[in-house]
């Protein structure tokens, strides 16, 4: 078992299709913690093994492994790059220590990649930024770091200049060190020293004189040594580089083209050289019992405590707890739970290596590691000592904005629903819900993509398919005027007849106030044990509606006169007669459809607000204001619901990725006309 301080756990970052897997399949293959280099297009990945991510050849979920390189243990978390399932990536990043960013030599800054360097920023983590893909056509270091520089204020500084691109790129040249360093062309991701090429010695010497500028920037000592003489030692440039980049004052830039294993192991010195330990990152802050703030060292001489941040489901091992070690050594076959105030027992302790587990006796600082088969412990709850109880932060996942009536594709509803049941374990952002008034049961995700592959996975692990289709809008209908109307069922075949007769006043009511009864009738007209039934009635009707089939609301019926028999009348024939009143009252009182309306905020980049803002007017959306932060504008605006059924893939489209948005509901308003009419005539189609 390794020291705190040859531990280190790092998060891979970066857009979709930026080489992020390969990049981790290169760098296990490296090390020598896999026999062969795994590949994304040929399902052989490591990292990306489960059959929705070979078939669409992305990363869905986060995968884990370690290496061990130079006498020092990292922990790496390989994430999704699709918006899809950045609920995933922000996970991984909240209980990492530092970060790989990556980002690809061709396709350079993406949207995607403002969301993840936003990740980093708000947690403060100390970035390694890599540029992938050096070996492709049209492969462009310089652009690339460039646009990372007008993009965002990571402060990056090149570290290891690319010697040639595309099918020339050989090598890198280290700026601190003032080596060249070319790639055994071998597979190994090993390099040799050599001598700058000639044609760049001016300008790394440029480069190095820039570096010792950023660095010394960072400390006073440095600085004013680096004013009075111009240059710094070389160890005072390798300790200053260290302490800039723990500290996250500047971002080191590398070069590598991972598919061909070309410059892996300068990447892995560096994480081991530049990313800090554990005991080197701020202590974890939680609450003890009473709610007051304490901390915790990344230490083993603290009591044990951990955060669990990651839950997979599985059918036959049931349920991996997946958490990060934060303080203390966990050993033994017990812990606590501190978030459901119960201890839990456990098995044995795994890391993480892929789709495998290598058991473990016990845990430190920083590792990732996970158990099986715990019956209380979920996403989001804190481990500890119970002679020692904290509780940290709860994982807030990114909301869903999609939602998608669902049910079993061949009617197993019991199974399918169980089976949604324990995916929500495993994905937090997925939610399941049921709509009151259209009696449909909803599954809320990220995105279409998202909802799809969750069904993927519970096809496979479960052997139940679910069926998706657009949910139905819970339209409601009401009056605009006053009426009074007669409502008489009359009935006389033989023997005992019926007779109800009501006279009912109809108004409105203010929108969201409901329902209102109100028993006018003086003196016996009406006899007392009838007149709940004219009630029951018309609420039976409400319920129904009448002009579209939606429920009715916002209405008040005072029932003011009607009639009796003495042998005909009955409960049923007033119940029938309250009915008939109502439904043409509502003809003759200006009936109308109401629509749901949500709030919804958009959070968009300055360049796309424009078209946010006149793709809300075509949605018969009203913009209510705008805030501004450094970087987005944030539209907040009122929307019909049926306009923005499908608003992600098109919010997507529209700012090519670089909008999101949150969304509830806020009340209800009348349908326009011709809008109205469409769905009543639909109404009556099904009918």
């Not at 680096?226 to 800039?244: H, K, V, Y």
């Not at 904005?401 to 169980?418: N, P, Q, R």
């Not at 592959?453 to 006053?482: C, D, N, Q, W």
């Not at 016996?524 to 002009?547: D, H, L, S, T, W």
Request: some cysteine; overall charge negative; proline content about 4%.
């Amino acid at each position: 078992m390794q020291d705190v301080q040859h531990i280190r756990n790092t998060v891979i970052l970066g857009h979709g299709n930026s080489g992020k897997t390969t990049l981790a399949d290169a760098l296990l293959f490296t090390a020598g913690a896999v026999n062969r280099m795994g590949k994304v297009d040929d399902g052989s990945s490591v990292m990306d093994f489960e059959p929705e991510e070979i078939k669409r050849q992305v990363s869905i979920s986060t995968g884990f492994n370690h290496v061990d390189w130079k006498k020092n243990e990292i922990f790496f978390s390989d994430t999704p790059g699709d918006d899809n399932f950045v609920n995933e990536t922000k996970f991984a990043v909240q209980v990492a220590d530092s970060a790989i960013l990556s980002v690809g030599a061709v396709l350079g800054v993406r949207s995607q990649t403002e969301r993840f360097v936003d990740f980093i920023q708000d947690r403060h983590l100390s970035c390694l930024i890599c540029i992938t893909k050096m070996d492709r056509e049209r492969a462009n270091f310089q652009k690339t770091v460039d646009e990372i520089k007008d993009s965002f204020d990571l402060n990056p500084v090149i570290l290891y200049l690319p010697i040639g691109a595309e099918d020339k790129f050989e090598g890198v040249v280290d700026i601190a060190a003032n080596v060249a360093l070319f790639f055994v062309k071998d597979g190994s991701g090993k390099v040799t020293a050599g001598e700058i090429p000639p044609d760049m010695v001016d300008e790394v010497a440029v480069l190095r004189e820039n570096l010792m500028e950023y660095v010394a920037e960072t400390d006073d000592d440095l600085i004013e040594k680096f004013l009075e003489e111009g240059e710094l030692t070389n160890d005072e440039l390798t300790q200053g580089l260290s302490i800039a980049v723990q500290q996250a004052k500047i971002a080191p830039v590398c070069a590598v083209a991972a598919l061909n294993n070309a410059g892996t192991s300068v990447i892995l010195d560096a994480v081991v050289d530049l990313l800090p330990s554990p005991d080197q990152r701020p202590a974890h802050v939680g609450v003890d019992a009473q709610g007051e703030l304490l901390e915790r060292k990344a230490s083993v001489d603290e009591p044990f405590s951990a955060l669990v941040f990651k839950t997979m489901a599985d059918p036959f091992a049931g349920r991996l707890t997946i958490f990060r070690v934060y303080s203390g050594i966990l050993q033994g076959d017990t812990f606590y739970n501190s978030t459901k105030k119960t201890s839990e027992r456990f098995g044995h302790l795994f890391v993480l290596e892929g789709r495998e587990q290598k058991q473990v006796e016990q845990a430190i600082p920083g590792m990732i590691v996970a158990v099986a088969k715990l019956k209380e412990t979920v996403t989001g709850d804190t481990l500890c000592d119970e002679s020692n109880p904290i509780i940290y932060d709860v994982l807030e996942p990114i909301p869903p904005v999609i939602s998608y009536a669902v049910s079993a594709k061949k009617g197993d509803e019991e199974k399918l629903f169980s089976s949604i049941t324990r995916m929500l374990d495993e994905d937090l952002t997925l939610q399941l819900t049921r709509e009151p008034q259209t009696h449909e049961v909803l599954i809320l995700g990220v995105g279409q993509i998202h909802l799809e592959a969750v069904g993927e996975k519970m096809k496979r692990k479960f052997g139940v398919e679910m069926e998706l289709r657009l949910p139905k809008v819970p339209y409601r209908e009401t009056i605009k005027g006053s009426v009074t109307v007669q409502g008489k069922h009359k009935k006389q075949s033989g023997g005992r007849g019926q007779y109800g007769d009501c006279t009912i006043e109809m108004s409105p009511l203010a929108r969201g106030e409901g329902f209102k009864f109100i028993d006018s009738i003086v003196g016996g007209v009406i006899p007392q044990q009838y007149r709940p039934a004219v009630e029951k009635g018309i609420v039976e009707a409400m319920e129904k509606g009448v002009i579209a089939g939606y429920p009715f609301v916002d209405v008040q019926v005072n029932l003011i006169d009607g009639s009796f028999h003495n042998v005909d009348s009955s409960e049923m024939a007033f119940k029938i007669a309250g009915s008939l009143a109502f439904k043409k009252g509502v003809m003759d009182a200006g009936p109308v459809l109401l629509e749901p309306v949500l709030e919804l905020e958009v959070q968009v980049d300055k360049e796309h607000v424009g078209d946010v803002m006149g793709d809300l007017n075509s949605r018969r959306g009203k913009v209510l204001g705008m805030d501004a932060t450094d970087k987005y504008e944030i539209v907040r605006a009122h929307v019909p619901q049926s306009e923005i059924l499908l608003y992600a893939p098109d919010l997507t489209s529209i700012t090519g990725g670089r909008g999101s948005f949150t969304v509830h509901f806020s009340h209800y308003e009348e349908v326009p006309s011709h809008l109205a009419e469409k769905i009543i005539e639909q109404h009556k189609n099904e009918e």
